[in-house]
């Protein structure tokens, strides 16, 4: 029995090449992609996010700042959290030229911090300045880990007691 020669051998070979080279093509541009999207992507990248608010009041005759340090982790990798440098760090305003006042440290009970983790410190402060000259504070949080440091600060207006509706 014989059998008849393909005649279209030729054409499904050179098909299946066609088909094996866009495949690979695909292949190289879906890596491609993917690769440009993770180097490109900040979620992939060493990546803290700081916050810090202050609110001024006073009590008993005397001034005090409470203070909130916010640390969140929005990067994929564990951060550690160096201790030595890392403070919380309040300036006062005295006319043009801010004084340092204290230096406090911050996420002490924090050794590191986890990917999506986001950690809160709280101060309570008693600002002992003379109020006469005091125009606002400003406080920085630096946070230090490894080699990187990261800061954040906001300031906080000191109200004006002549001024009418500022509380005394």
């Known amino acids: 029995m014989l059998t008849e020669p393909d005649i279209h051998a030729n054409a499904k070979f050179w098909l299946d090449v066609a088909d094996a080279i866009v495949k ?3 292949l190289l ?4 992609w993917a690769l440009m999207n993770y180097l490109r992507g900040r979620t992939y990248k060493r990546k803290l996010e ?3 608010t202050g609110k001024l009041f006073r009590r008993n ?4 700042l409470s203070i909130v340090c916010r640390l969140k982790n929005v990067g994929l990798a564990v951060y550690p959290i160096k201790q030595e440098g890392s403070a919380c760090q309040i ?9 340092h006042v204290r230096t406090y440290p911050v996420f002490t009970d924090h050794g590191w911090i986890e990917p999506g983790e986001q950690i809160e410190h709280p101060l309570m402060v008693r600002i002992a300045v003379d109020e006469s000259k005091l125009v606002g504070l400003q406080i920085k949080l630096i946070i230090l880990s490894g080699d990187i440091e ?3 600060s906001c300031i906080i207006e000191f109200p004006d007691p002549d001024q009418p509706g500022a509380g005394k």
Do not use: C, Q, R, T
Request: hydrophobic residues 60%; glycine residues 16%.
């Open 29 to 32: 541009v879906g890596a491609a």
């Open 50 to 52: 700081l916050g810090i």
């Open 91 to 99: 300036f006062a305003f005295m006319g043009f030229k801010p004084e």
């Open 150 to 152: 990261w800061n954040s």
């Open 61 to 64: 005759g005397k001034l005090y």
């Open 24 to 26: 690979f093509i695909a």
